[in-house]
């Protein structure tokens, strides 16, 4: 949040030509998804998403996520939906504090208010990328007032109990697990990946000069890591 699968759209062309087929997803109230009620809390979000795949029905499927994108390939992994897990700027455990912290009322104002959904946006990828990013994303957050409050809303809603029961409950499962992380991330930065993947046993791809939004700043980069993580299609 506050994006949509546009983040992707650079990956696409790289991951078809090497055999697979993608959905990619807009979350309930994000891109072009209507929201759905209350839509607030990582397991409804979740619910959606298994939906989603008994829609199109789908069993097991690779999955590869973005901040809460990311919780949600976690979250199926957990639920035994996804065989090979891909994280990429996602914190797996208390790591979510600082943005269940900012949320409150008080710091809201600063980090919501005066940040809003296109500072977070600008913030996630180098400045000559930001106007291409905010292009993409821009129209929802104009034609939604709401769209902001949401997004606090959501981090009001982060569960201490998922983050406490997560990182164990994930290092247990036999699922193939890897991070993709950029090393100028300023809002999960390295260190953190390093402890999460310590925590989860698997390893890490470094992409240089890339920062929280790396599937757009860095689109080939991010791909060849995860084409190489992937088994053959």
């Known amino acids: 949040m506050p994006t949509s699968g546009l983040l992707f759209r650079d990956c696409v062309e790289p991951l ?32 959606w998403a298994e939906a989603l795949l008994e829609h199109f029905k ?11 994108g990311g919780l949600m390939a976690a979250g199926l992994c957990l639920r035994g939906r996804a065989e090979h897990v891909a994280l990429t700027s ?4 208390p790591g979510w504090f600082p943005a269940w912290a ?23 990828v180098h400045p000559d990328r930001a106007q291409a990013l905010l292009a993409l994303h821009s129209p929802r957050l104009e034609s939604d007032p709401g769209f902001v409050e949401r997004m606090q809303d959501t981090a009001l809603a982060f569960s201490f109990g998922e983050w406490l029961r997560w990182p164990r409950e994930l290092a247990a499962t036999s699922n193939p697990k890897r991070l993709i992380w950029g090393r100028d991330d300023r809002f999960f930065p390295p ?10 046993g698997c390893g890490i791809d470094w992409i240089d000069g890339g920062r929280h939004h790396l599937p757009f700043g860095h689109a ?7 084409i190489a993580f992937l088994p053959k299609a």
């Open 16 to 47: 078809v030509n090497a055999g697979f087929s993608l959905i990619m997803p807009d979350l309930p109230g994000y891109g072009a998804s209507e929201g759905i009620e209350p839509a607030l809390r990582v397991q409804d979000h979740l619910d």
């Open 58 to 68: 789908l069993d097991r499927v690779h999955v590869a996520g973005l901040d809460l």
């Open 90 to 93: 996602t914190a797996v455990g």
């Open 102 to 124: 900012t949320a409150l009322p008080g710091p809201h104002l600063f980090f919501y208010k005066f940040y809003g959904g296109r500072r977070w946006l600008q913030q996630g």
């Open 191 to 200: 260190w953190q990946a390093k402890r999460i993947a310590g925590n989860l």
């Open 220 to 226: 080939e980069a991010w791909s060849r890591a995860l």
